[in-house]
């Protein structure tokens, strides 16, 4: 065990949901023999452990747990069954503004924090220069929490929790509301971490990160460890599971059925129902006259799965299928990549690329497949699609959807901006 950091071992959480309180209520006071809840694992026997100056990752959509096994973890929360044993002193960030004091100062919730985690006072001077430094919010340090912003929270947040030389870090999605200068901070931290043989705990739905940090990585759905090992396997079939084209009994703890699944995944294409398959907007934007309506769509991988989360550096194909419902002369198809504040960063159309459409009339089906390499950096952007055509000299829309999807691109190594202009560097 003197190379364990962290052993998990058949770790069950379980929570009685009642219909009513009047049936907590009942139960509890012994006035009924009949069971008035329903058993709900948010956890089941899930068993894993980490090797000290290890960085290992917990994915999974929301709900399957994630939270719940580093609270236990921790501390916070007793698991219902199983045990977990702690090899070191662990510093958290679970949650903003867990362990906070709202009607405290900043300096003295970060006294309270230390003070949790078991330093003397005089720990806590020599550490506080490197905290204040660290979390750099000026003479908000004075003020109560509860009037910082959400960013400044977790800039103070952040700051104890790294600088208090912890030998494990646990950090649950806190670094999402900083700005992105601060996260290059932390993620230098991170490495300075790694480069001290630290071990670090991660729980994002950044797969760039997990990728790039990552020693290993675990997949939990529903409560159960679904697979763990090499990170971009696990990310792959985690990539599988967000659109639903992962057989979860047949992959857990890692086996696939890739080739079942593609049989699967061409029959779905044969239905014509890829968009299905995809995380749609539910607040999507859709309007035009539908003489050329966009009838299905999707992203696809360069080994065809359909997926809104892509690997710079791979080939992907964007996908649209268009029903003609009147005759149609001239139809031009496109679509655009935007960044989250709403900036078109590229995009492309068949005028564009000197498509020669032929005229359509009702009833007509086209199908048309956009192909390229992914050079946009890493992070998250928003996909729209178009159908348009000139009538009497005139640019009509026939249909168009803003912001059908994300697109979530992983990057190894991001430059500044939107693009990799794969650069060389020579030094002579």
């Known amino acids: 065990m003197d190379d364990i950091a962290i052993q998990v071992s058949h770790v069950d959480k379980l929570y009685k949901l009642y ?33 000290k100056g290890e960085t290992v990752g917990i994915i ?40 906070f004091n709202m009607e405290y100062t900043g300096l003295e919730n970060v006294y309270l924090n230390g003070t949790m985690i078991g330093f003397e006072k005089e720990e806590i001077d020599a550490k506080l220069e490197a905290i204040l ?32 030389d912890p030998e494990i870090l646990i950090v649950d999605e806190a670094l999402s509301v900083g700005d992105v200068f601060f996260q290059s901070k932390c993620y230098r931290k991170f490495e300075e971490f790694k480069r001290l043989g630290k071990t670090i705990l991660f729980v994002s739905h950044d797969l760039g990160s997990v990728n790039k940090y990552c020693d290993r990585v675990i997949l939990l759905n529903n409560g159960i460890k679904l697979s763990e090992g090499n990170t971009k396997e696990v990310i792959d079939m985690y990539k599988k599971l967000l659109v639903n084209q992962l057989d979860v009994a047949d992959n857990k703890e890692g086996q696939d059925d890739t080739a079942g699944r593609a049989d699967s995944s061409n029959m779905k294409e044969e239905v014509h129902i ?32 359909i ?42 159309n068949t005028m564009f690329e000197g498509i020669n459409v032929s005229p359509k009339k009702a009833g007509d089906v086209q ?49 500044v901006g939107y693009f990799d202009i794969k650069s060389t560097v020579k030094l002579q």
Not at 274 to 300: F, H, T
Not at 407 to 413: A, G, K, L, P, Y
């Open 307 to 348: 997926t809104s989360t892509i690997e710079k550096g791979t080939n992907f194909t964007i996908k649209m299928k268009v029903r003609f419902h009147g005759e149609t002369k001239e139809p031009i198809f496109a679509f655009t990549i935007k960044d989250l504040r709403g900036t078109e960063v590229t995009g492309t």
């Open 133 to 164: 430094s660290f979390a750099d919010i000026g003479d908000f340090i004075y003020q109560p929490v509860k009037t910082y912003s959400s960013g400044m929270f977790v800039r103070l947040a952040f700051a104890v929790a790294i600088n208090i």
């Open 367 to 415: 199908t048309i497949t956009y192909s390229q390499e992914m050079v946009l950096e890493g992070g998250e952007y928003m996909l729209s699609l178009g159908s348009t055509g000139y009538e009497n000299g005139n640019l009509t829309v026939y249909h168009r959807l803003y912001d059908v999807c994300g697109i979530t691109v992983i990057s190894m190594q991001n430059r």
């Open 60 to 99: 999974g959509i929301n709900g399957s747990g994630k939270s719940t096994i580093l609270k236990i973890i921790t501390g916070v929360l007793n698991p219902s069954g199983g045990q977990v044993q702690v090899n070191g002193r662990i510093s958290a960030l679970l949650e903003l503004g867990a362990g």
């Open 19 to 51: 219909d009513k309180p009047s049936d907590r209520l009942k139960e509890s006071l012994g006035l009924t023999k009949q069971k008035k809840y329903r058993e709900h694992f948010a956890l089941h026997d899930v068993d894993f452990q980490i090797c």
């Open 274 to 305: 890829w968009k299905d398959s995809m995380q749609l907007n539910p607040n999507l934007v859709a309007y035009g006259d539908k003489k050329a309506e966009i009838i299905d769509y999707c992203i696809q991988d360069e080994l065809g799965n």
